[in-house]
């Protein structure tokens, strides 16, 4: 539960700058012009380009380049189970330059396409190019098999991280959309994560909050006085109590104390404001008692009457 969007920048990174080595190594081994990788996102139809290694009217450090499949000419190559080459861009009347967007403005005339292949699944495709016309053998054919597979296992290992990451990113985005206080501290009763609302009630940013303790916050949230009363209740166990704060509002709060393996324990904190369904039952309450002491008279009046 603690924050890890530091980690997860940091491999993301890595990542992408692992992509960008691979493909200028394969340039340089294959003696190309030319060499990109590309990764296949079958079900929205598009093609992103990781890694570019040659290229002249791309800066080195530019961002990813989104396209769509179709009508590309990896279309075909997703699936396909093995090297295509393709000679003539530009030239041969069926393989018009609109048709390579990447490589047909870098006057990029064969290519040499590997698919990349991990678990069973086409990831995307490794693309070495060349400006003039270029005769593969089966020597080349067989070392572009093989750099093919090294890709393959980055781009699985880069796409497994995005897949991580967005997974973080919705329930970061969960975390911070419910409307109660969340806190979570570890075995030292400090803060390792706090949610957007419990952040809005201290007056701070979820960030400041990191290392605060659980006492300061709850003197910040619910006043002093309650934070003093309280805090012993909210340690190693679960429990749940109703808090009275300092400005008079009423919240239910819970614990629930976590327990990770290999990890000292420590606990998630929760609150809802209650004032208003306190205030509720307190007026049904009256409302009873009130009937009852009627009925009660009635009762009464009704035997002095006899």
Same mark, same amino acid.
């Given at each position: 539960?603690?924050?890890?969007?530091?980690?997860?920048?940091?491999?993301?990174?890595?990542?992408?700058?692992? /992509?960008?080595?691979?493909?200028?190594? #394969?340039?340089?081994?294959?003696?190309?012009?030319?060499?990109?990788?590309?990764?296949?996102?079958?079900?929205?139809?598009?093609?992103?380009?990781?890694?570019?290694?040659?290229?002249?009217?791309?800066?080195?450090?530019?961002?990813?380049?989104?396209?769509?499949?179709?009508?590309?000419? /990896?279309?075909? $190559?997703?699936?396909?189970?093995?090297?295509?080459?393709?000679?003539?861009?530009?030239?041969?009347?069926?393989?018009?330059?609109?048709?390579?967007?990447?490589?047909?403005?870098?006057?990029?005339?064969?290519?040499?396409?590997?698919?990349?292949?991990?678990?069973?699944?086409? /990831?995307?495709?490794?693309? #070495?190019?060349?400006?003039?016309?270029?005769?593969?053998?089966?020597?080349?054919?067989?070392?572009?098999?093989?750099?093919?597979?090294? #890709?393959?296992?980055?781009?699985?290992?880069?796409?497994?991280?995005?897949?991580?990451?967005?997974?973080?990113? $919705?329930?970061e985005q969960t975390f911070d959309a419910i409307?109660?206080?969340?806190?979570?501290?570890?075995?030292?009763?400090?803060?390792?994560?706090?949610?957007?609302?419990?952040?809005?009630?201290?007056?701070?940013?979820?960030?400041?909050?990191?290392?605060?303790?659980?006492?300061?916050?709850?003197?910040?949230?619910?006043g002093e006085r309650a934070a003093a009363y309280?805090?012993?209740?909210?340690?190693?166990?679960?429990?749940?109590?109703?808090?009275?704060?300092?400005?008079?509002?009423?919240?239910?709060?819970?614990?629930?104390?976590?327990?990770?393996?290999?990890?000292?324990?420590?606990?998630? $904190?929760?609150?809802?404001?209650?004032?208003?369904?306190?205030?509720?039952?307190?007026? /049904?309450?009256?409302?009873?008692?009130?009937?009852?002491?009627?009925?009660?008279?009635?009762? #009464?009046?009704?035997?002095?009457?006899?």
């Amino acid at each position: 539960l603690a924050d890890h969007n530091q980690p997860m920048d940091a491999t993301r990174t890595e990542s992408t700058t692992t /992509l960008r080595t691979m493909a200028d190594t #394969v340039r340089r081994i294959m003696r190309a012009d030319t060499t990109s990788i590309a990764s296949f996102s079958l079900p929205d139809k598009i093609v992103n380009w990781k890694a570019t290694s040659g290229f002249r009217f791309l800066a080195e450090e530019a961002p990813e380049i989104v396209m769509p499949l179709a009508g590309n000419f /990896l279309e075909r $190559i997703a699936s396909a189970d093995e090297l295509v080459i393709i000679k003539g861009i530009g030239v041969r009347d069926e393989l018009q330059a609109a048709d390579f967007p990447m490589h047909s403005p870098e006057g990029v005339r064969d290519l040499a396409v590997t698919p990349l292949k991990a678990r069973g699944e086409t /990831l995307g495709a490794l693309v #070495v190019g060349y400006r003039v016309e270029h005769a593969f053998n089966v020597e080349e054919e067989k070392l572009l098999e093989g750099l093919a597979e090294m #890709v393959a296992l980055a781009l699985d290992h880069a796409r497994l991280f995005d897949t991580v990451g967005a997974a973080k990113r $919705i329930w970061e985005q969960t975390f911070d959309a419910i409307p109660d206080g969340i806190i979570v501290h570890d075995h030292q009763m400090r803060i390792i994560r706090c949610n957007a609302h419990a952040a809005m009630m201290m007056e701070m940013h979820p960030a400041q909050a990191i290392g605060l303790t659980c006492a300061d916050a709850f003197a910040r949230l619910f006043g002093e006085r309650a934070a003093a009363y309280h805090m012993g209740e909210s340690r190693g166990t679960a429990s749940s109590f109703e808090l009275q704060a300092e400005d008079g509002r009423r919240y239910l709060v819970a614990v629930a104390p976590i327990d990770e393996a290999g990890s000292q324990p420590g606990s998630v $904190i929760t609150w809802s404001d209650v004032t208003e369904l306190s205030e509720m039952q307190e007026q /049904l309450s009256r409302s009873r008692r009130l009937a009852t002491v009627g009925q009660l008279a009635a009762g #009464v009046a009704h035997e002095i009457n006899n």
